[in-house]
């Protein structure tokens, strides 16, 4: 869904996996019983980071537009390449899961089921991001994404890069696509939660392939933030307080990107 930030604003709020909800017929294609799904929704999805990006974006003082995904990214994940490209599906996590973070089967491989969720759902939401920022660019001649996410504090089996440090904050970059004047604003804003780490322990920002290498005026930058500093892992209570602080300090890192 996207929600419209001022006319004057480059800056695109990104975030992918903070929903938990699943259409029934593509529930019905997962082997999980109720309670394993229960459980996986609460390992993979970035809880509440739809809510502190709406923070960010009530405190900033130019309102940034967002793009948020209503489903889980259990689903289809946007952030993934579809294709052979994409480094995850090693760990059965391209686009479309068929292994869940602990590598059971999460649904049953089918080159057609996968190409139906690709075309219902992946390639509409990669074309109206892609669209959003192509808007961002007519109006605003740039356009800056801040890819919103969380991680657990302790490394999922599915990870392919565990033996990465997992400092309080991460901040993914792009060689192409980040500046490093980017990166110091990211690092100034969430400095005071603890240590930001760069790409660890994940890697990397969300470009849209049709801008991806070709358009340097899409500038990305991916925000990762350990989730017991705002929550409660086990149980996904969250912290109010500290959510609120998180979306402050993401309004700090909106001001300086849309100068």
């Known amino acids: 869904m996207i929600h419209a930030g001022a ?9 992918p996996h903070s929903s938990t909800a699943i259409p029934a017929d593509v529930r019905r294609g997962i082997l ?4 394993a799904l229960d459980l996986e929704l609460l390992r ?5 980071t739809d809510t502190i990006a709406t923070t960010a974006a009530a405190d900033a003082k130019t309102t940034p537009w ?12 946007p ?6 490209r994409e480094e995850m599906l090693t760990a059965g996590m391209g686009a479309v899961y068929t292994r ?11 080159a057609l ?66 500046p490093q004047i980017l990166v110091d604003a990211a690092v100034e804003a969430f400095c005071g939660f603890g240590t ?18 070709t358009d340097l005026r899409v500038r990305s930058i991916m925000l990762e933030v350990r989730r017991d500093l705002y929550m409660d892992e086990s149980s996904g209570a969250p912290n109010e307080g500290a959510m609120r602080a998180l979306g402050a300090a993401l309004a700090r890192l909106i001001d300086s990107a849309a100068e």
């Open 7 to 15: 006319p004057s604003s480059p800056v695109i709020l990104h975030v």
């Open 32 to 35: 999980l019983d109720d309670a």
């Open 44 to 48: 993979m999805t970035d809880a509440y």
């Open 66 to 77: 967002r793009f948020v995904n209503d489903l889980s990214r259990l689903v289809i994940d």
């Open 79 to 84: 952030e993934r390449f579809p294709d052979a």
């Open 100 to 110: 869940t973070s602990g590598a059971a089967t999460l649904r049953a491989s089918d």
């Open 113 to 178: 089921a996968e190409a139906g969720l690709i075309a219902r759902y992946f390639t509409p939401y990669a074309t109206a991001l892609a669209h959003l920022v192509d808007d961002r660019l007519n109006a605003c001649r740039a356009a800056t994404i801040i890819d919103v996410h969380s991680f657990p504090s302790v490394a999922l089996p599915y990870e392919l890069h565990s033996d990465l440090d997992r400092p309080e904050i991460c901040i993914g970059r792009d060689d192409t696509h980040t």
């Open 196 to 213: 930001v780490g760069i790409n660890e322990p994940f890697i990397g920002t969300y470009v849209p392939l049709s801008h991806y290498g």
